[in-house]
C-alpha cells in the first residue's frame, strides 16, 4: 500500500508558465513533507520542505502547498524554466524517523 | 506486497564492528542503488549496480562495498564502522531511466 503517492508519472509544462505537481498521502502520523529533485544520472537534491503546522513555504520560485484535511501537497513552479526538467519526489516523515517516498513525477519543460 | 525492502530498519552498533544492511527489490528491475542520507535530508548516491556494471561514487570511502548475490538483492557491507557513518541510508531501484522505486531507510547508528 502506497502511503505517500505522485498519480502523474509525467508532466509537460511550457516555459514560462507555472508547474504544478501533486501528491497525496494517506498516514495520518506525517508531519514533515520534502520535495526533491533528480537529474539522470544523479542523485535526487532537496528542493524544499514543509512542516505541518505550516500551510504554505516559498523558496524563490518554488511553493509548496500543504491540505492536512486533504492529506494533499503541491509544489508549485513559477516561472518554469528548461534547468526544471527533471524528476521530481515527493517524500513524507512522521517526526525524524524516515522518509517514504513517492514514485516520482517527470517534468517536462518545453521551449 | 513490499516493492523495495531494507533490513534492518534501525541498526545500532559500536565503532570498529562490522555491518551489513540487506535490501531485497521484487519489481524485476535491473539497476538498483545505496543512498546515504545526511543531516540536511540530502541524498548523496554511494554506488548504482546492474548486472553488467558497478558505478561507485568516489567519495564513498573503501570500508563500504555493495555486495549483489543476484538481480534482486543489493546488500550494502560497512567495514569498521565509524561515528560519522552514523545516517539513514536508503536502498531504491530502477528500471526506466526515471523510474525509481525506494526503500523504507535503514536508520545506522555507531556508538
Known amino acids: 500500500d502506497q502511503q505517500v503517492k505522485q498519480n502523474s508519472p509525467s508532466l509537460s509544462v511550457q516555459e514560462g508558465r507555472i508547474s504544478i505537481l501533486n501528491c497525496d498521502y494517506t498516514n495520518s502520523m506525517f508531519d514533515y513533507f520534502l520535495w526533491y529533485k533528480k537529474y539522470p544520472a544523479e542523485g535526487p537534491t532537496f528542493l524544499i520542505s514543509?512542516?505541518?503546522?505550516?500551510d504554505k513555504n516559498e523558496d524563490g520560485r518554488f511553493t509548496v502547498f500543504l491540505n492536512k484535511s486533504a492529506k494533499h501537497l503541491s509544489l508549485h513552479i513559477v516561472p518554469s524554466q528548461p534547468g526544471d526538467s527533471a524528476v521530481y519526489f515527493c517524500?513524507?516523515?512522521?517526526?525524524?524517523?524516515?522518509?517514504?517516498f513517492g514514485k516520482g513525477t517527470h517534468l517536462i519543460i518545453q521551449p | 506486497d513490499t516493492a523495495v525492502s531494507q533490513t534492518p530498519k534501525y541498526l545500532v552498533t559500536q565503532m570498529g564492528n562490522d555491518k551489513s544492511i540487506k535490501c531485497e527489490q521484487n519489481l524485476g528491475h535491473d539497476t538498483m542503488y545505496w543512498y546515504k542520507q545526511d543531516s540536511k535530508k540530502f541524498l548523496k548516491i554511494m554506488f548504482s549496480y546492474n548486472n553488467k556494471e558497478l558505478i561507485i561514487n568516489e567519495t564513498v570511502p573503501n570500508r563500504f562495498s555493495p555486495k549483489s548475490p543476484d538481480k534482486a538483492h543489493l546488500n550494502l557491507h560497512i567495514n569498521s564502522l565509524e561515528l560519522g557513518d552514523s545516517a539513514v541510508y536508503f536502498c531504491?531501484?530502477?528500471?526506466?531511466?526515471?523510474?525509481?522505486?525506494f526503500g523504507s531507510g535503514t536508520r545506522l547508528t555507531v556508538v
Open positions: 531504491a531501484s530502477s528500471q526506466e531511466y526515471y523510474g525509481y522505486t
Open positions: 517524500a513524507a516523515s512522521p517526526g525524524a524517523d524516515g522518509l517514504t
Open positions: 514543509i512542516s505541518s503546522i505550516k
